[in-house]
């Protein structure tokens, strides 16, 4: 435990926006069996709140609100993280938030919704017809998706492209929050490109395995490529650390 936390300290001090006890939020993992989850609704709802009020409800003259979220490495739950996070700042705001599969490797996104991942973020990217035509409405109100899309694998090259810089331009004039799920960093650069592009990156870390080493180089690229780290999560701890003990860490 000690180790994990350290880790994330380290990272996390990098960023100006989160102090020491901000930074150690820490979201659960997704476990399931036969398909049901065996967390607790109240505790995953309780920890995702916590990311959102850090981030984006904190009173200042900016508040982030095209937000770029990655991984250290795969398998670290940043699809779980990103949708997670926009159902519930849906219910925190009064503006629109959309959600973007933008991890061409492994797209996730339109799987949590129960969507089809057609005619999403690769399509538009290669077509000129406006944003609306490629975002899908959700069922909870004001949350919309850009999936993936059809052949994004054979596009991968295209998130760094001019035409993304345009179309996330209109994402930006269309909708209040727009929080964009990537590659892991260790798979490819696409955090570090869109991340210089959007108003902060959150980075997520996966219990007992992200490396201090990893952790502080994510933190190193992604300073370089002029993207703000918002903080760092630790994800798929497999139990609650009470908040008594957070202080005295």
Same mark, same amino acid.
């Given at each position: 435990m000690s180790k994990?936390?350290?880790?994330?300290?380290? !990272?996390?001090?990098?960023?100006?926006?989160?102090?020491?006890? !901000?930074? =150690?939020?820490?979201?659960?993992?997704?476990?399931?069996?036969?398909?049901? =989850?065996?967390?607790?609704?109240?505790?995953?709802?309780?920890?995702? =709140?916590?990311?959102?009020?850090?981030?984006?409800?904190?009173?200042?003259?900016?508040?982030?609100?095209?937000?770029?979220?990655?991984?250290?490495?795969?398998? !670290?739950?940043?699809s779980w993280i990103c949708s997670g996070v926009a159902e519930f700042l849906t219910t925190q705001v009064n503006g629109t938030v959309c959600v973007v599969d933008a991890n061409f490797h492994s797209p996730r996104l339109h799987r949590h919704f129960g969507v089809e991942n057609h005619n999403g973020l690769s399509d538009a990217l290669v077509h000129s017809d406006p944003i609306r035509e490629f975002v899908r409405p959700l069922s909870q109100l004001n949350l919309w998706l850009v999936s993936c899309g059809s052949e994004a694998s054979e596009r991968q090259g295209l998130l760094s492209s001019d035409r993304m810089s345009l179309r996330l331009s209109e994402l930006r004039a269309e909708f209040d929050y727009v929080l964009l799920d990537t590659a892991p960093l260790s798979q490819s650069t696409d955090a570090l490109v869109l991340g210089a592009s959007a108003d902060g990156v959150i980075l997520v870390l996966k219990a007992h395995s992200s490396r201090r080493q990893a952790a502080r180089k994510a933190v190193s690229d992604l300073r370089a490529a002029n993207a703000q780290v918002l903080g760092a999560v630790l994800n798929q701890r497999t139990f609650p650390i009470p908040e008594s003990i957070y202080k005295k860490l």
């Open positions: 994990n936390f350290e880790l994330l300290e380290r !990272a996390g001090k990098a960023t100006a926006i989160f102090s020491r006890e !901000a930074v =150690a939020t820490r979201l659960p993992e997704e476990p399931s069996v036969g398909g049901m =989850a065996l967390w607790p609704q109240e505790r995953k709802v309780e920890e995702i =709140a916590k990311l959102v009020q850090r981030v984006f409800l904190i009173p200042k003259s900016e508040t982030p609100r095209t937000v770029v979220l990655t991984a250290t490495e795969s398998g !670290a739950g940043c």
